[in-house]
C-alpha cells in the first residue's frame, strides 16, 4: 500500500436498517481500499436481523459504530458526519460498495483540484442478471431554474466532499427521507460550489426490488415539488419566474401522466393563464420533438 504524507483521512459513513444480507460486501468495499488512511463509521438504526454480527466481525476496522433506533437515514448520516474527523468524507449505502483503488483515485484528483467535492460514475447491478449499467456523471445546468427543477443529480455513491463544503451550506436535510441527497448536490451548486466530475467507476449499486428507490417513487417525486420552496429565495427575479414555469409545468405533466386528466386540464389552465407564451413554445417544441 502506498503512502504518502500528504494522504488526507478519508471518513466513510454507513448507515443500515436490517441490511444483513448486503452489509458486508459494503463493509469489506470500505477496509479493503488500497489507501492508508481511512475512519469508518456505521450508523445502524437498530437491526433485528443479523447485521450487527456481521458489524462486530469487523469492528476492529471501525471507528465507531452503533445499533440504536434513529431518526430516518438522512439524520442518521448527519451525525455521522459530525462524529466524522477526516478531510474528505462520503457516505455509502449498507447495499452499495465501493470499487478497488476508488479513494485513492478520488484523492488523487481532489489534489490538483479546487473544488470541494468530487463526482464520478457509479455502476448499477442488476441483481437477476448481472447487467452492469454505467451511470456517467453530467456536469451541472448554467440555467440554475432548471437544474432545480429537473433535478440534476449524480449516483450519490461516487460523490465524496471536503468537510468545508458541509461547513459551507450545511448538511442534509432530515425533512427529506427520498431525495435529500439529490437536494444537498442541487444546494452545492446553487450556492456556487460546482464539482470537479471523472468518468472513472468508484462505486456500485444494487439495482433490487426491494431498495427504498423502487419502492416509493412517489414519495420521490413528492419530495422534489418541495425543492421549488428550498431553493426559489436563492434565486434572482427572472430565475423565480423560470422556476415558477417550470414547477408549474411539471405539475401539469405529473396530472397528465398519471392519469389524473382534470387535474391536468386544471394546471394547463393555470399554466396558460399566468405563462401563455412560454407555455405555448413548450408545448410546440414537445410535439415537433415527438
Known amino acids: 500500500m ?49 447485521s450487527v454480527q456481521i458489524i462486530r466481525k469487523y469492528e476492529s476496522k ?17 451525525d455521522g458526519i459530525k462524529r466524522a474527523t477526516g478531510d474528505i468524507i462520503a457516505y455509502i449505502n449498507s447495499d452499495d460498495w465501493y470499487l478497488p ?11 490538483k483540484s479546487d473544488a470541494l467535492w468530487l463526482g464520478s460514475t ?3 447491478v442488476d441483481p437477476d442478471t448481472g447487467a452492469e449499467t454505467d451511470i456517467v456523471p453530467v456536469p451541472p445546468l448554467d440555467d440554475r431554474a432548471k437544474l432545480v427543477a429537473i ?11 471536503r ?48 431498495s427504498k428507490t423502487c419502492m416509493i417513487r412517489p414519495n420521490f417525486v413528492k419530495e422534489q415539488m418541495r425543492f421549488h420552496e428550498f431553493f426559489r429565495p436563492l434565486l434572482t427575479v427572472p430565475e423565480q419566474t423560470e422556476l415558477d ?10 396530472s ?7 387535474a391536468a386540464s386544471s394546471d394547463f389552465l393555470h399554466l396558460i393563464s399566468h405563462f401563455p407564451i412560454r407555455t405555448l413554445r413548450e408545448g410546440m417544441s414537445r410535439l415537433i420533438g415527438r
Request: overall charge negative.
Open 122 to 124: 457509479g455502476v448499477n
Open 163 to 210: 468537510r468545508q463544503l458541509f461547513e459551507q451550506i450545511g448538511f442534509f436535510r432530515e425533512e427529506l427521507h427520498c431525495v435529500f441527497d439529490t437536494e444537498f448536490l442541487v444546494r452545492s451548486v446553487v450556492k456556487g460550489f460546482a464539482p470537479v466530475l471523472i468518468t472513472e467507476p468508484t462505486a456500485g449499486r444494487l439495482v433490487q426490488k426491494g
Open 256 to 262: 397528465w401522466h398519471g392519469g389524473r386528466r382534470a
Open 2 to 50: 502506498t503512502v504518502n504524507e500528504d494522504d488526507p483521512l478519508i471518513s466513510v459513513v454507513t448507515p443500515s436498517l436490517n441490511q444483513g444480507a448486503f452489509i458486508e460486501k459494503t463493509i469489506l468495499s470500505v477496509i479493503e481500499q488500497d489507501y492508508p488512511r481511512i475512519e469508518y463509521i456505521i450508523m445502524d438504526g437498530g437491526s433485528t436481523d443479523d
Open 101 to 111: 483503488g476508488a479513494f485513492r483515485t478520488v484523492v488523487d484528483v481532489l489534489k
Open 245 to 254: 414555469f417550470w414547477f408549474e409545468w411539471k405539475k401539469f405533466w405529473l
Open 62 to 78: 471501525i471507528a465507531y459504530w452503533q445499533s440504536q433506533p434513529d431518526k430516518g437515514q438522512s439524520a442518521a448520516i448527519n
Open 151 to 161: 433535478p440534476w443529480g449524480l449516483h450519490q455513491s461516487g460523490c465524496f466532499w
